[in-house]
């Protein structure tokens, strides 16, 4: 069935690095609006299901990316490591108003804010809570 939906009836969701609209879950697709304030991050994570797309929306990030397995985390849901081991391994890519990046499943990555309320809109596979494993907090 075609409908309009109001943003009143989105799924919102605050976030120590800002907040998120959960546009769409399905078995089809996720979309989410992601909103990150200056200076602040996300938590270093991954998903095992998730292969997603970032589009920067408007304003800048810094995008952190591990894309190989020498990191050696451990990979159960929730995970927080008190040290770090081999963190330096990440690549950092400033990302700019219109550029996409693809993060496939089993990637560990983190976004952090440069401009004031940098938008995101992150298109995925769908999205599970239990698919979350995270390697270090953010704020």
Known sequence: MTMISKDRDVAFHRKGWGYEKLMANSELYCGKLLVVETGLRCSI???KLKDETF????GCII???????SHG?????????????NIEHGSEFLMEKGDR???PPN????????????TIIEISTQHFEDDSYRIQKGD
């Open 55 to 58: 589009y920067i929306q408007d």
């Open 107 to 118: 990637t560990p990555h983190q976004f952090i804010g440069v401009d004031a309320q940098s």
């Open 73 to 85: 985390w451990p990979t159960g849901p929730m995970v927080f490591l008190e040290e770090f081991p």
């Open 45 to 47: 994570h991954f998903h």
């Open 101 to 103: 990046l693809v993060i």
């Open 63 to 69: 995008m952190r990316v591990w894309e190989d397995d």
